[in-house]
């Protein structure tokens, strides 16, 4: 479960409602395509954290050697950055309409929030207290079926279609495509499981802990993001409302549920949120020190490993600025998803040979079905690295 509140970020609330919003249930099939394929590459990285205690990271450098590798750590954090940043922008909106404060000074109270609890709570405790609260975001599925849609129409969503008469055309479409399967397998969730399966000491024991959380943490996930698409087909469709601002995600449970489904997504989306902008500020600092050979990880007192403090500070300081510099959550968010999706092979890639070694693995070796999956991913990953930027450029961010 603690897997939740982290896989659910502002990136898929955003692509999930606005996706509803404009194709109905049609790209429902998306979601469980994108589910499967971080399931298998996060459980891959677990594995690999567990049996060799080589983090992601760790893995790439040493499969590109240190040039290539700076690079791929140069372009990771600066979309955890921009992650970072539009997940602060959002924790800001959301105390906005809880507080009615200043956005500003709201930006400036979450991020006080986020370095106060990260510097201060343990490794277990920062996972347990935003993966449980974030689960005030299965809202969004109760609301998902008060709604009421047509569960027909919601099963053909799961086969592959293209947009029906009257929708925005197939470059559009397209575009959700990848903004989807990106924000699902954004490359700091892989950084962030396997450091976090060193933090938590996981030895080969361990395995079937890591088949658990990456396939039920994973799949529940997903679900939550299928609901999120039904209740903006459902809520926002018929009213020909596009929900571009993080108060209308928000509706979205309010409208079927009332008071209690307003306050609900409030929490749900504060915590899962949240959460997101504690691993990409964490994946920050396990990047940058495993890139170098430096020790990192919250089980060390912030003294004894100050280049991983100073990087994971200096992610939130950063995205902090960026959002006080009045940049639209929502639109740096939808950037550095796309921005994201580029990066995915330098990281993807590793992983898969590295699983794929048997003079390396061992026994813990992929299965045969397991690496005909991750190759196919994997070429699809390269397709859609491809196809972002001039999607992104043509649909003018979705909205030609």
């Known amino acids: 479960m603690t897997a939740l509140g982290g896989f659910v970020d ?74 970072c940043a539009a997940e602060v922008g959002g924790l800001a909106i959301i105390l906005q309409l809880v507080f009615g404060a200043n956005y500003r000074l709201m930006l400036l109270a979450a991020a006080g929030l986020l370095l106060l609890t990260v510097f201060l709570l343990p490794f277990r405790w920062i996972e347990r207290v935003f993966g449980l609260a974030g689960l005030t975001l299965l809202v969004y599925a109760v609301a998902a079926v008060k709604a009421g849609p047509d569960w027909g129409d919601v099963a053909r969503g799961l086969v592959p279609q293209l947009p029906a008469p009257g929708m925005p055309g197939l470059p559009v479409y397209a575009y959700y495509i990848v903004g989807l399967l990106s924000s699902i397998l954004m490359p700091y969730e892989i950084y962030f499981y396997s450091s976090g399966g060193i933090e938590d000491k996981w030895t080969p024991k361990d395995l079937p802990v890591n088949k658990l959380t990456a396939g039920v943490g994973f799949t529940l996930g997903g679900l939550l993001t299928m609901a999120l698409i039904v209740v903006g087909a459902a809520v926002f469709l018929p009213q020909q409302v596009d929900p571009q601002r993080l108060s209308s995600v928000v509706m979205g449970a309010s409208v079927p549920l009332g008071h209690v489904g307003f306050l609900f997504a409030l929490a749900g989306i504060f915590f899962a949120v949240g959460g997101a902008a504690v691993e990409t500020a964490l994946s920050a600092g396990y990047n940058v020190a495993q890139f170098f050979g430096l ?17 994971w500070m200096a992610a939130i300081v950063l995205g902090t600025a960026i959002a006080m510099g009045g940049a639209n959550p929502i639109q740096v968010v939808e ?46 990953i390269c397709a859609v690295a491809l196809a972002a930027i001039p999607l992104l450029i043509a649909t003018h961010m979705g909205q030609a």
């Open 10 to 83: 502002i990136g898929e609330l955003v692509f999930a409602i606005e996706a509803g919003a404009k194709f109905g249930f049609a790209l429902l099939w998306v979601v469980v395509l994108g589910t499967v394929g971080i399931a298998i590459f996060g459980e891959m990285s677990g594995r690999i954290a567990a049996v060799l205690k080589k983090p992601a990271f760790e893995a790439v450098r040493d499969r590109f050697g240190f040039g290539p590798s700076l690079g791929v750590l140069v372009a990771s954090n600066l979309v955890n950055i921009l992650t």
């Open 295 to 311: 020790p990192w990880g919250k089980s060390h007192q912030a003294r004894e490993v100050p280049l991983f403090t100073v990087c």
């Open 335 to 380: 950037y550095s998803v796309i921005f994201a999706v580029v990066v995915l092979p330098f990281t993807y890639y590793p992983i898969l040979k590295l699983a794929d070694d048997r003079d390396v693995m061992g026994r813990h070796v992929n299965s045969p079905v397991i690496r005909v999956l991750g190759w196919a991913y994997f070429a699809l």
